[in-house]
């Protein structure tokens, strides 16, 4: 069975509160539980873990306070459990210099759309990753 469950992480209110509305209004077979930074998502995982409910996809900025994204997407790949959710890594920035680690690890980045109408576009290509990813416990 589909976990039908994103995890976003950001430290951005506004950039979550944007996310959610937009799978709540166009994407409602859909939830998203939010983290404030990597740590917060770690603690998620580990959570969801115990109780057999890993998210199908998680969403993550690269740049962020306490644990940044590229710390926190290193770790959850070392992680047997976690490693095969995709990630994908949200950002402002157009290129990140150390792009190669997230390529080896199979994450992709994508520039954070710059508009409503764009966000719904690409919640929607975000999201067939989790249909692609169906995991069963």
Known sequence: MLNKTILY???DPDDTELFCE???????????KSA?????AIKQLHR??????LPC??????????????????QIKRDNE???????????????PDDSIFVEHGVDIIQKPASFDMLKIVVGELLTRCR???VSF
Request: glycine share 4%; proline share 5%; no cysteine.
């Open 36 to 40: 404030n930074n990597g740590f917060e």
């Open 57 to 74: 996809l998680i969403v993550m900025d690269i740049n962020m306070p306490i644990f940044n994204g590229k710390d926190a997407m290193l």
């Open 132 to 134: 692609e990813n169906e």
């Open 82 to 96: 976690f490693r095969t959710i995709p990630i994908v890594m949200f950002t402002t920035s157009p290129k990140q």
């Open 9 to 11: 992480v950001d430290d």
């Open 48 to 53: 969801g873990k115990s109780n057999h409910s």
């Open 22 to 32: 937009v799978v709540k209004e166009h994407h409602s077979a859909y939830t998203v």
